[in-house]
């Protein structure tokens, strides 16, 4: 029985050949440059090959150290030719973070991307004795006093020369390859504690792939993706791969910042994201929505109106759409939605899955409406990805979506969602003591994540068990739907919100700092530097009354009765936050203590 992941390359570039397998921004062009399927072919042949030169053999981990590259796909795909394991460390991680992985996967060979990255890495190979060889993606990157180091050009060159003996060794290894194989070691950034590699077989990938095109039926070869969150992610990787399975070309951004120019030069039919992405589309619409002349409003006000009776009580449950209902939706569409779509660069989307954190429900409907196909999905690393999403067809809103094929949930002690499924890991790397904790007696997954099953069948996800946290008056909050709640606000990037065992609820703000100063000079409040334009009255009034107004509908011991501007923002650089930006709360907690102290003095 043969791994999908070890023969997709080979199966597209026998059916596409010179169709596009993926494309990405040429630095040196200026413009996005297209990989054929046959060229994808021999360049996971070539490094297939160096790998087994280098002496990589099966089940041992290769290290991926860097930012989204497409080289990226071909070291994942040349290590399964060989039975080796790509083990993904996040291009932000400390050198202390990137020393922990290379040493608890024994990692002999580590691929790394631009010059701190190389940095970190020629730090690590001083004193760990499993590093024995470095490869550069980034040539400029490599310093000349460097011997041992090889650029990724001289790695290939060195696979295209292979001796006959070598290929020989890596189709052996190829068709030796069983869905019992490690693919891959996960290892979760943990809001608390090391980090833990959870170990995906061959097996989960199989199944995560089947699972997806029996779901998501409405995608096909004609679809493109654009690949902006991290290959380290479970959710961009595992998307990645189905993208190619499906033979979608796949447009790799090199850089974060340069998404939105990117979305509107490749215009994707699909892209995967997290929450925040969205949050921000949804902010930017709205502030230009207030800027309307009072007509315009009128019309925006209409096409929303329309846009939510066709997408959510019509086409979103499978009834048909009346006539006029159709004609009028056409014209607000063309006048409104779509003038809209093609500002971001979505005039041609298809679907956007979306998950890693709570989206509003004000967000999704908006959205919807807009005919934005937003697919809201809830899944971990733990799970090779996806457990549920929306159904095409009968999607709740304020759900997760219903389960995917082969995939149990039941809900345990706490309101633990437990899984079981096919797509569950083996357990983690090394840990024998947190696998066994990972699950239940009888072999269900801890999710640690609470949530319940509605009458549809669909899943709604309430809370991290780990998150949650009782005020002194003895009530229980669940920090990130406050959160979530606060950040549709286009003047708020990032809350943490405060209160385990105190009297009420406060939050720290991180305020979206261009909007704010826009605000300032609009309202001639005069600053010398962020910290006199956070610390400002009138901006504390501006940003309380904005609260007071998001907070409508939350029980009174829920709502944020005080809270603090900072100047800066939370960074995973400061360990204010996970590599995934979940926000590491022990260590706001700590840095903060004097800040949050002052909001409970009185």
Known sequence: MSNILTNLVEKQALKYGDRAAYSFKSSFHGAWRDTSWTEFREGVNA???????????????????????????????????????????YSTSSEEQARYIVEDAGIKILFVGDPSQYAIAREIKKSCSCLKQIVVYDAAAVLSDDTETLTFDAFLKLGAAATEASKAEVDKRRSEARPADTATLLYTSGTTGEPKGAILLHSCFDAAMEIHLERLTMLSDNDTSICFLPLSHIF???WTYFCLLMGMKVYVNLDPHDIQNSIREVKPTCMCSVPRFWEKVYAAVQAKIKRMNPVQKLLVKRALTVGRRYHIEYRRLGRKIPFWLGKEYAFFEKNVFMPMKKVIGIEHGNIFPTAGAPLSNNIVEFLQSCGINIVIGYGLSETTASVCCYPEIGYEIGTI????????????????????????????????????????????????????????????????????????????????????????????????????????????????????????????????????????????KMIQERIDKLQKGFANYEKVKKFVLLPKEFTMESGELTNTLKIRRPVINTRYAREIEAMYAN
């Open 401 to 540: 979506g219903t389960l995917l094929p082969r995939i149990q949930v039941k809900i345990g002690p706490q309101n633990e969602i437990l899984v079981k499924a096919p797509t569950v890991m083996a357990g983690y790397f090394n840990k024998p003591e947190e696998t066994a904790a990972a699950f239940t007696e009888d072999g269900w997954f801890r999710t640690g994540d609470a949530g319940k099953i509605d009458d549809s069948g669909a899943l709604i996800l309430t809370e991290r068990i780990k998150d949650l946290f009782k005020t002194s008056n003895g009530k229980y909050i669940a920090p990130q739907a406050i959160e979530s709640r606060l950040g549709e606000d286009k003047y708020i990037e990032q809350v943490a919100v405060i209160g385990d065992q105190r009297k009420y609820v406060t939050a720290i703000i991180i305020p979206a700092f261009e909007a704010l100063k826009e605000y300032a000079r609009q309202k001639h409040i005069q600053y010398k530097t962020v910290v006199e334009l956070v610390n400002n009255a009138e901006i504390r």
């Open 236 to 238: 961009e990787k595992a």
């Open 47 to 89: 490094s297939a090959c160096a790998l087994e030169m280098l002496g990589v053999s099966p089940f041992e981990c290769v290290g991926v150290f860097s930012a989204n590259r497409p080289e990226i796909l071909m070291t994942d795909f040349a290590s399964f030719y060989n039975r080796a394991v790509p083990v993904s460390i």
